[in-house]
């Protein structure tokens, strides 16, 4: 069990190989505890890679992975009960209303006082009104705030994200925001995300890790990799470091 | 946000890591609430079973005026039908389970959930338990009215009849959910026509003899010729084969042990693989 301040997230010399294909490349990173932590990297960086490892999702073929202070290759079943994940790429039966797929993973997470729970969160989320309606039936908005309810129903110490706001409209997508940081703040719970939005990135996070072709090529606060590049935010310092040749991205900032 | 840190789970109960009933009852619940409120699903499970039945019954009357095997045992052609669609039923039964997590992109959902391999296969077999119950008991109560055969009269043989034909369709579902796994959607089919691989060499119809000598020993390699030819001892000569009964109990052991071993591996393969995350429509 990770103690309180001890990082939720330790990777070790974490190697992804599909076939010829590697998709991680001997990364090590840890995440701090409490914090909002960013993977950012273009297509095929190896963001949705790390985030599968990390749920046990998808198998290393060498390194370790330790999350809440299990190793996921063997305590697996032990860290995902203390965690959840969201993806727009990954669905709830969308036959069943909201309120029964809510009650299904509630159920699955061995959540108490479940009534309770989906009722907070419902209430929390703002989706009280959509309760009994088919989950299909939703607009993208609303299926995400679902799916965020989902990934909240256990009360996660660590919650990774997908992609937590692709495809919303801004307004939609500035709310997610707003109640990510709030529940982060309220509950300590650590954060890791993956996203293409900077914007999103630099308003969210405190650390954030770059990747490129599978390997990690920096990492820091938005802040300090923007002064690092000499950029004017971080969607350039993005396109700076996915534009540059093979060699390492930090080594060129320097 | 009320409760956020006040209720945060601070320990893991032994519960979180063991076998959890709960966890299963969760899995099942997500397919029951559908079934419970789409009576079209409830109609569709028994309409083949019992257009089936009607189908051998009126063959068994046209038989009983021409044939002397039909007509020394009335019931044959009917319980055999049923039987056979226990073995159909509950094979369609997992498998169906299996493949609406996968059309509707869910398996991700909840493999990274706290659930267990083992709570899946039991989920699923439940399920199928229930979906078949569902399938044949109509057309078996209305074999009573309609024909004057009452398949409850075989008596406690039926219930090794019964649960021997739902594990070996456990069986067959769960290679089927395997492959499926593995190859993707486009060998969702075989969840439909596997399993009639094995009628013919079943002996549903007629006695396992009926076969070419050399086909005969892969008929007695198959739990279900066991149960049909025990079904014919049953209503022909009044007798419960014993030895047929262990030799499908045997079997059956073997069988569904080696198709849950390989459910569970093509999981990890699906897991070396990323498989997980990619299935769908």
């Known amino acids: ?254 | 946000m009320r409760d956020a840190r006040a209720d945060r789970i601070d320990a893991v109960p032994e519960s979180a890591v063991a076998f959890s009933w709960q966890r299963v009852s969760a899995l099942m619940l997500r397919h029951l609430y559908i079934l419970r409120r789409s009576w079209p699903r409830v109609l569709d499970l028994a309409y083949w079973p019992t257009v089936q039945m009607l189908l051998w019954g009126f063959i068994t009357v046209f038989f009983q005026q021409h044939s002397s095997w039909v007509a020394e045992a009335a019931g044959v052609l009917i319980s055999a039908v049923l039987l056979w669609d226990v073995l159909f039923r509950a094979n369609l039964g997992l498998s169906l389970s299996f493949l609406e997590e996968m059309w509707a992109r869910n398996l991700g959902q909840l493999f990274v959930s706290p659930m267990r391999p083992a709570e899946l296969v039991t989920a699923m077999s439940l399920l199928s338990l229930i979906r078949t119950l569902i399938s044949v008991t109509p057309a078996a109560v209305l074999a009573l009215p309609l024909f004057d055969v009452w398949v409850f009269s075989l008596g406690p043989p039926l219930v090794a009849f019964f649960a021997n034909l739902l594990v070996l369709g456990w069986t067959v579902g769960l290679i089927v959910s395997a492959l499926v796994l593995r190859l993707g959607l486009g060998a969702e089919n075989l969840a439909w026509v596997a399993i009639f691989a094995i009628a013919p060499l079943s002996g549903i119809y007629y006695p396992i003899e009926t076969l070419p000598v050399w086909l005969q020993p892969v008929s007695w390699a198959l739990p279900s010729a066991y149960v049909f030819e025990g079904m014919r001892a049953v209503l022909f000569e009044g007798t419960f084969r014993w030895d047929l009964l262990a030799g499908a109990v045997a079997l059956n052991a073997v069988y569904f042990a080696a198709a849950v071993t390989f459910f569970l591996r093509m999981i990890h393969v699906a897991r070396e693989r990323g498989l997980l995350l990619q299935q769908g429509e």
Not at chain 1, 63 to 92: E, H, I, K, Q, T
Not at chain 1, 94 to 118: F, H, M, P, T
Not at chain 1, 155 to 168: I, K, V
Not at chain 1, 205 to 223: A, F, I, N, Q, Y
């Open chain 1, 1 to 254: 069990m990770a103690a309180v301040g001890n990082p939720p997230i330790i990777v070790d010399s974490l190697v992804k190989r599909f076939g010829s294909v590697t998709a991680i490349d001997r990364i090590d990173f840890t995440v701090a505890d409490g914090s909002t932590t960013a993977l950012l990297g273009g297509n095929g960086a190896g963001k949705t890679t790390t985030l599968a490892i990390l749920l046990g999702l998808l198998l290393p073929t060498s390194g370790s992975v330790r999350v809440l202070g299990f190793d996921m290759m063997r305590d697996r079943s032990r860290a995902l009960r203390l965690m959840n994940f969201s993806s727009p790429y990954v669905d709830l039966p969308r036959r069943l209303s909201v309120a029964e797929n809510l009650s299904v993973y509630g159920r699955l997470y061995g959540v108490r006082d479940l009534r309770y729970r989906i009722e907070a969160l419902a209430d929390d989320l703002e989706i009280t009104a959509f309760l009994k309606r088919p989950t299909g039936d939703l607009s993208a908005g609303q299926r995400t705030r679902v799916a965020l309810a989902k990934a909240l129903i256990n009360r996660p110490r660590l919650l990774l994200l997908d992609e937590p706001t692709a495809s919303l409209d801004p307004d939609t997508a500035d709310w997610i925001r707003r109640y990510l940081d709030r529940y982060r703040r309220d509950s300590g719970a650590t954060i890791l995300l993956a996203s293409h939005n900077m914007a999103e990135v630099e308003r969210l996070c405190d650390d954030v890790l770059m990747l490129r072709s599978g390997t990690l090529v920096d990492r820091g606060t938005p802040k300090a990799l923007i002064a690092r590049y000499g950029r004017r935010n971080l969607e350039e310092v993005f396109l700076d470091i996915a534009r540059r040749p093979q060699q390492s991205a930090a080594a060129a900032a320097q």
